[in-house]
């Protein structure tokens, strides 16, 4: 999967809501290590993938941004 990396310039959402999931270990370990392989944190790419399930069900919503770790270090920095 592409992660839409078009707003990583923009200001953090100054609204944030919890979403909490009950996944089975394994699949939880799995999707956490592919999200690492890809230098996304799981909660960035969940986040991408709730954006385009609404996008592709014609749900307007303005896109938040989407930092990578690397991203974060290089500011930081």
Same mark, same amino acid.
């Given at each position: ?5 078009? !707003?990583?310039? +923009? ?5 944030? !809501? ?8 394994? +699949? +939880? +370990? !799995? ?9 996304v944190? @799981? ?19 303005? &896109?938040? &941004? ?10 930081? @920095?």
């Amino acid at each position: 999967m592409v992660v839409d990396k078009s !707003a990583q310039d +923009k200001a953090a959402d100054e609204k944030a !809501a919890r979403f909490t999931i009950l996944i089975d270990a394994d +699949k +939880k +370990k !799995a999707f956490d290590d592919l999200c690492a392989s890809q230098d996304v944190t @799981s909660s960035q790419m969940i986040r991408q993938l709730i954006k385009d399930y609404l996008d592709r069900h014609g749900v307007d919503v303005e &896109p938040g &941004p989407l930092r990578t770790k690397r991203l974060r270090r290089t500011r930081a @920095s």
